[in-house]
């Protein structure tokens, strides 16, 4: 299966799109953002699972990354409210579950061998930072070689400068509307933007981000 699967190519799919399907457990639906592969593959996901439902024990051969968005994901190692951002890395196991519902993003094989951070982050507790323009603050979750992932909080009425994405860039936004010169974002979208692409982004009503960069393929497309 491939879906999205040009990572040369910028994509951006809102709430108006989302399209679920069911997975393999009872209960648990996904919204494919991308992949490349089957049931194991390389995604980027967003899982709802109903109140109840869990996924069978397994574990992680390309590690997991995912951030709680609506309600409590658990496993043996917790109970995560909305704001968990949580890191797998390679080889580590769990048997997800929920009792109330929840919904996550999340991301599969993506971790470089030497990527072993395992940890979790509250970040509704976790403090901000002022970030490099007044409205914007900015909490680092995690860094591995050229990738930086952060959640980034935009005051109503700030505008960043315009510039290019080493690595490329992946956004999905949790709270808010986002935007820049290609278009309007509102929450519950998702963008991926290739290696070398450029943009100036900003928001009107202010919004809050989970950003990832530098993690893309750097082949330019043809």
Not at 149 to 154: C, E, I, K, T
């Amino acid at each position: 299966m491939r879906i999205n699967a040009d990572f040369s190519k910028r994509v951006v799919v809102r709430p108006k799109d989302y399209d679920w399907v069911h997975s393999p457990a009872a209960g648990v639906e996904r919204m494919m953002l991308d992949r490349v592969g089957d049931e194991v593959a390389r995604a980027t996901t967003i899982v709802r699972f109903a109140p109840g439902s869990y996924f069978d024990a397994h574990t992680h051969d390309g590690g997991e990354e995912f951030l709680v968005l609506e309600g409590v994901f658990s496993d043996e190692s917790g109970d995560f409210p909305a704001g968990s951002y949580v890191r797998n890395p390679i080889g580590t196991s769990h048997k997800p579950h929920t009792v109330d519902g929840c919904t996550i993003l999340v991301k599969l094989h993506q971790f470089g061998e030497d990527d072993t951070a395992h940890f979790s982050v509250d970040t509704k507790t976790a403090a901000f930072r002022a970030g490099m323009v007044d409205g914007l603050s900015v909490l680092p979750l995690h860094t591995a070689r050229t990738e930086n992932v952060a959640l980034v909080r935009w005051q109503p009425g700030t505008q960043f400068t315009s510039h290019r994405h080493w690595g490329g860039e992946e956004i999905f936004v949790i709270e808010g509307t986002f935007e820049d010169e290609h278009g309007v974002y509102p929450a519950g979208s998702w963008l991926r933007s290739p290696h070398l692409s450029q943009h100036a982004p900003s928001s009107r009503e202010g919004c809050l981000i989970y950003v990832k960069t530098g993690h893309l393929p750097m082949e330019e497309a043809a």
